[in-house]
C-alpha cells in the first residue's frame, strides 16, 4: 500500500518559520519528483515546490527566497523549509510523488499564517 505521510503544519504568524516533512513508502518503482504542491480555499491546487532524483528543483515564483526544498532519497523523504510566512501561504500543502509510471499525492498538512 503506497503512502505519504506527512507532518509540520501548524498555526504560525507572518514572518515565522515551519518545516514539512514527507515520507513515501510502498512505492515499487523509483520516485524521480518528490515535492509540495498547495491549495487554497476557493482556488485550484498548485505547485509550490519539487525536486527531481538529480537534484535539480522547480519553485513557484512566489515562494522563490522563502522556501527550501531537500530530500533525502535514500529515505524517500521530502522536506519544506518555509520562512518569511506570509497571509497567502495559508493553504493545505500536500507531498507529491511520480515515479515513471504513477503519481501518489499525500493527504494533505493544513498550514494556516495568521496574526
Known amino acids: 500500500q503506497v503512502q505519504l505521510v506527512e507532518s509540520g503544519g501548524d498555526l504560525v504568524q507572518p514572518g515565522g518559520s515551519l518545516r514539512l516533512s514527507c515520507t513515501a513508502s510502498g512505492i515499487r518503482f523509483s520516485i524521480n519528483v518528490m515535492g509540495w504542491y498547495r491549495q487554497a480555499p476557493g482556488k485550484s491546487r498548485e505547485l509550490v515546490a519539487i525536486?527531481?532524483?538529480?537534484?535539480?528543483?522547480n519553485y513557484a515564483d512566489s515562494v522563490k527566497g522563502r522556501f527550501t526544498i531537500s530530500r533525502e532519497n535514500a529515505k524517500n523523504t521530502v522536506y519544506l523549509q518555509m520562512n518569511s510566512l506570509k497571509l497567502e501561504d495559508t493553504a493545505v500543502y500536500y507531498c507529491?510523488?511520480?515515479?515513471?509510471?504513477?503519481?501518489?499525492w499525500g493527504q494533505g498538512t493544513q498550514v494556516t499564517v495568521s496574526s
Open positions: 507529491y510523488a511520480r515515479t515513471r509510471n504513477d503519481r501518489y
Open positions: 525536486m527531481g532524483s538529480d537534484g535539480s528543483t
